[in-house]
C-alpha cells in the first residue's frame, strides 16, 4: 500500500523552538507539498519541491522554511515558533502533472500546538 | 495565492438524505478534483474529472466538472453515517507551476 508517512501525528512546543517536521513517501514521487490547515480556511500551501534541494514558496511561507536532500524525504522546518503556528499540517506528494493527470497523496498530518 | 468559492461550508443532515456541495473559481481550470478526509487522517481523493461537462459517479457519489471550466459540483446520494467528514474541491492551475488550489471544505454531519 502506497503511503506519505508524517512522523508525528501530535506534538507540543514552545514558543521560541525550532520544530521539525518530517515527512517520507514511498511511491518515487518528484512533487512533495506542506500545507497547513485551520477551520475555515481550507488547505494552505506552505511550500513545494519539485525535485531534490528544489523548494518553491507556497502561498504562506513566512516562518517556514523547507528542506529537500533525498528524493522521498519533505522535512518543514519551524524556525523559531510561535502560537499562530499551532495547526494541522498536512505533507502530500504527487507524480509531475503531465496531461492533467493525478491527485496528490495526503499524509495522516500531524497537529501542532504551541505554547 | 488563488481560492476556491466552496459551499456550504457546513451541513447538518438525517441519515438517508442527499447532499449536494459545490465550487466555484475565477480562474478556469483543467482538472477538478474531490477529496474526502476524514477525523484525524489526511484528504483522499473520491473523484477526478478531466473534461468540461464530464459527469462521474464513484458508488452514491457524483461530481461534475462544469463546461464553463470554472465550477464543479458534488452530489452524495442517501448518506450513511461514514459519510461524515469535511470535502475538499481542488483545481489545477492551467499556467504555472499546475498546483491544485484548494476550497475551503466542507463539514458533513449525519444524525442518525
Known amino acids: 500500500d502506497v503511503k506519505v508517512t508524517q512522523s508525528s501525528r501530535y506534538l507540543v512546543k514552545r514558543t521560541g523552538e525550532k520544530v521539525f517536521l518530517e515527512c517520507v513517501q514511498d511511491?518515487?514521487?518528484?512533487?512533495m507539498f506542506w500545507y497547513r490547515q485551520d477551520p475555515g480556511l481550507g488547505l494552505r500551501l506552505i511550500y513545494f519541491?519539485?525535485?531534490?534541494?528544489?523548494?518553491e514558496k507556497g502561498d504562506i511561507p513566512e516562518g517556514y522554511s523547507v528542506s529537500r536532500e533525498k528524493k522521498e524525504r519533505f522535512s518543514l522546518i519551524l524556525e523559531s515558533a510561535s502560537t499562530n503556528q499551532t495547526s494541522m499540517y498536512l505533507c502530500?506528494?504527487?507524480?509531475?502533472?503531465?496531461?492533467?493527470?493525478?491527485?496528490?497523496?495526503f499524509g495522516s498530518g500531524t497537529r501542532l500546538t504551541v505554547v | 495565492g488563488q481560492q476556491l468559492n466552496q459551499s456550504p461550508q457546513s451541513m447538518f443532515i438525517q441519515e438517508g438524505e442527499d447532499v449536494s456541495m459545490n465550487c466555484t473559481s475565477s480562474?478556469?481550470?483543467?482538472?477538478w478534483l474531490w477529496y474526502k478526509q476524514d477525523p484525524g487522517e489526511g484528504p483522499v481523493l473520491l473523484i477526478a474529472?478531466?473534461?468540461?461537462?464530464e459527469l462521474t459517479s464513484n458508488g452514491r457519489l457524483t461530481a461534475q466538472f462544469g463546461i464553463t471550466r470554472k465550477d464543479s459540483f458534488l452530489n452524495i446520494s442517501a448518506s450513511i453515517p461514514s459519510d461524515v467528514g469535511i470535502y475538499f474541491c481542488?483545481?489545477?492551475?492551467?499556467?504555472?507551476?499546475?498546483?491544485?488550489?484548494f476550497g475551503q471544505g466542507t463539514r458533513l454531519t449525519i444524525n442518525p
Open positions: 480562474s478556469i481550470f483543467n482538472t
Open positions: 519541491s519539485y525535485d531534490v534541494k528544489m523548494k
Open positions: 474529472l478531466y473534461k468540461a461537462g
Open positions: 481542488a483545481g489545477r492551475e492551467i499556467q504555472g507551476a499546475q498546483k491544485l488550489v
Open positions: 511511491m518515487d514521487h518528484e512533487n
Open positions: 502530500a506528494s504527487s507524480f509531475p502533472s503531465t496531461g492533467g493527470a493525478g491527485g496528490y497523496t
